[in-house]
C-alpha cells in the first residue's frame, strides 16, 4: 500500500512539473494515471477540472472541480472554480453556494466574492449582489472588474437618471407646492417611491396617512433608510411592490384622496403611468381623488439645424459617404436639446395630452397639422413633458439653453430623411400612442384630407 502512495506521489509531481511547463497532453495523462491509484486525490482532480474547462469541456471540469473540492473542503480555490464552471453551466444556485463555500474557507477571497456577486445577479437578487461586489472592493479596491460589475449592478437597479432627477430643483419645487396644498389631513398615495421624496413632501405637508410603493426591491430598501433617517418612518408606509400588487385591507386601510406619482418617462408614457393610474383609480383610490399631477401632456416642435441633423443622420465624413449606415438609424431617439444648437421651425404643439383624473386611457392615434414659422431643413419633431401638478403649478422641460440638472431627456422623432420645409405650407404629422408607447412622424399622403 505505502509503495502505491509513493508511486502515485512520485507520478502527481511528474504531473506537476509537465503542467508547470506547459506540456498540458502529458500532464494530464499523468493526472489521469493518479487517479488510478487513488481516485479521490484533490489535486489531480483540481487540475483536470480547471484543464477540462480551458478545454470546453465543463461536464468533465464540473464532475472533477466536484470531487477535488469533495476531498478537500478546506481550500478555498477548489469551491471557487467549480463556482465558476458551475456559473458557466448556467448552475446559478450552485455556483452560489460554491462561492459561499470558498468564503467561508476564506473570507477575505475577493475574487470569490466578485464571482458571488455575479451568480446572486444571475438570480435576480440585486441587492445582496451589490453587496457582493462592494466586499470584492473593500478587500482589493484596484479590483477593475469587481468596481465595473458593481457599477453595471447599480445601475441595473437605479439607472444613472435617477441622479439628476432628484437634484431637479424645479420639479421638486413643484411637487411640493403641489402637495402642500393638496395632502394636509388627507390619506395620499405615492406610486414609485424612488428615494421617498414625494412621500416624505406629502407627510411634511401634514397628510393624515401615506403609502408609498417601489417595485425595485433595492430601491425600496434604500427608500426605507432614507424615510428613516429623514424621521418619517412612523408617518410612512413603505411596501417594495408594484402598485398593481397593493390591496385595501392589506397594505392600505383604506382607498385614498390623493395620488401622487412621478412616473413619466422622457417620451412620458414608457414607465406605465396611463395603466398604474387606471389601476389605481379602480382599486385603491376613493371616486373623488385627487390626482398630482392633473394633466400630462407631450409637446413638441419641429426641428432643424445643421448640429441636430448630423446627430440623427449618417452623411459625409472626412471625404467618404457613410450615408448606408442609415439603415440602423432609429426612428426616435433620446438626447438633452438644451445646449445642443438646433432650429426651431415651429411654435410648440400639443402631442398628447392626458387628464390624470379620467379613469380610461385608450390607445390613440391622430393627425396633427403644422404650421412651420420659418423655411428650412427639418429632421423631425423634439418632444418634452408638461405636468401640470394642479391648477396652480406646472412644470415643463421645454429645451432652454439655461436649464438647470434635469433627470429626463429630450426625444427627438426622426423623419426618415430631412425635409425642405416651407413657411406657410403645412406639415401633416400621425402621432400614435399604445398608452405605453408613442411615436410621432410625417403622415402619409393618403391620410392627408
Ligand atoms: C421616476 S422615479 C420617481 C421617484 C420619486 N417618486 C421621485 O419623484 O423622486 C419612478 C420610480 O417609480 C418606480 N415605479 C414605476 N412604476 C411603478 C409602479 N406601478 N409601482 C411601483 N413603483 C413604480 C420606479 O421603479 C422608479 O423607482
Redesign the pocket.
Known sequence: MLAREKLGGDILDMALASYAHGDLVKAGSLFRAVLQHDSANPIANHQLGLMAFAEGDSDSAEKYLHRAAAANPLDADYHNNLGVVLHARENHAGARTAFENAIAQNPDFAQAFNNLGAALAALGEDEPAIRAYRRALQIDPGYIEARDNLDLACAGV?PLW?FP??ADAVRNDA?DQALRRAAPGKRVL??????G??AMMAARAGAAAVTT????PA?AAAAREIIERNGFSESIALHA????QLKIGREMWARANVLVT???SSGLLS??VLP?IEHAREHLLTPDAVVIPKRAAARGYLIGGATIEAQAYASHAAGFDLSSFNLFASSKFGLHLDRLPHEILSDDFEIFSFDLNESHFPAERKLISVLPRQSGRCVGVAQWLKLDLDAETTYENRPAADAGAN?WMHVVYRFPEPIELKAGQEVHLIASHTRTDMTVALAPQSLIV
Open positions: 437605479a435617477h432627477m432628484m411637487y405615492d406610486i414609485g417611491a424612488g428615494s421624496l414625494l410603493c417601489e417595485a425595485v430601491i411592490k408594484r402598485s398593481d412621478e412616473t413619466f414607465e406605465g398604474t433627470g
